[in-house]
T-cell receptor, first 114, second 112 residues
Framework: QKEVEQNSGPLSVPEGAIASLNCTYSDRGSQSFFWYRQYSGKSPELIMSIYSNGDKEDGRFTAQLNKASQYVSLLIRDSQPSDSATYLCAVRKIRSGNTGKLIFGQGTTLQVKP | DAGVTQSPTHLIKTRGQHVTLRCSPISGHKSVSWYQQVLGQGPQFIFQYYEKEERGRGNFPDRFSARQFPNYSSELNVNALLLGDSALYLC???????????FGQGTRLTVV
């Protein structure tokens, strides 16, 4: 079992719709959760971070965290063609004296069709 | 305010050669991490440095090494390059171990 799992997609949604991206993780010691957007040929760009259970909203983006079920999701409202990219879920766990390394899923490709 | 800068942006090397990749973190950030991303996969952790000390190492061979300088910039060195080392190498900067990490534009390494 991979530590962080995402459906590779592609997830195709029409312009203006809500895109829902999901991510599950295996280690209950995970403490911090991040969503990155990566356009083809570019580097990942941080779009959301979430640390506690519940929802966190930022503009058209909402991150949802459920530690009991070990999943994180990202909702994109009013999807635009410019949102077409690969979305990477990343998880971080900190142990005493240990590193704050990020563990990434393989990413979900989102296609927003005009 | 400058973001994370990496150099070079593209590099072509021959098998067996060595390579040095460079990274300058965001001003004020003390932690630099290195990741390798191959096509179709998420980034894989290679190293993390914080306050010039190695704080973590991923599952990479000893051919990979890194260091962080007093100004918090960092170098990643790879010796005896293999074809499989071809990838996008990403540097991430954060102000602490458990805070948000911001990536540079990456170095695209091709080994032929």
């Amino acid at each position: 079992q991979k530590e962080v799992e995402q459906n590779s997609g592609p997830l195709s949604v029409p312009e203006g719709a809500i895109a829902s991206l999901n991510c599950t993780y295996s280690d209950r010691g995970s403490q911090s959760f991040f969503w990155y957007r990566q356009y083809s040929g570019k580097s990942p760009e941080l779009i959301m971070s979430i640390y506690s259970n519940g929802d966190k909203e930022d503009g058209r983006f909402t991150a949802q965290l459920n530690k009991a079920s070990q999943y994180v999701s990202l909702l994109i409202r009013d999807s635009q063609p410019s949102d077409s990219a690969t979305y990477l879920c990343a998880v971080r766990k900190i142990r005493s004296g240990n590193t704050g390394k990020l563990i990434f899923g393989q990413g979900t490709t989102l296609q927003v069709k005009p | 305010d400058a973001g994370v800068t990496q150099s070079p942006t593209h590099l072509i090397k021959t098998r067996g050669q060595h390579v040095t990749l460079r990274c300058s973190p965001i001003s004020g950030h003390k932690s630099v991490s290195w990741y390798q991303q191959v096509l179709g996969q998420g980034p894989q952790f290679i190293f993390q440095y914080y306050e010039k000390e190695e704080r973590g190492r991923g599952n990479f061979p000893d051919r990979f090494s890194a260091r962080q300088f007093p100004n918090y910039s960092s170098e990643l060195n790879v010796n005896a390059l293999l074809l499989g080392d071809s990838a996008l190498y990403l540097c991430a900067s954060s102000d602490d171990l458990n805070t948000e990490a911001f990536f540079g534009q990456g170095t695209r390494l091709t080994v032929v």
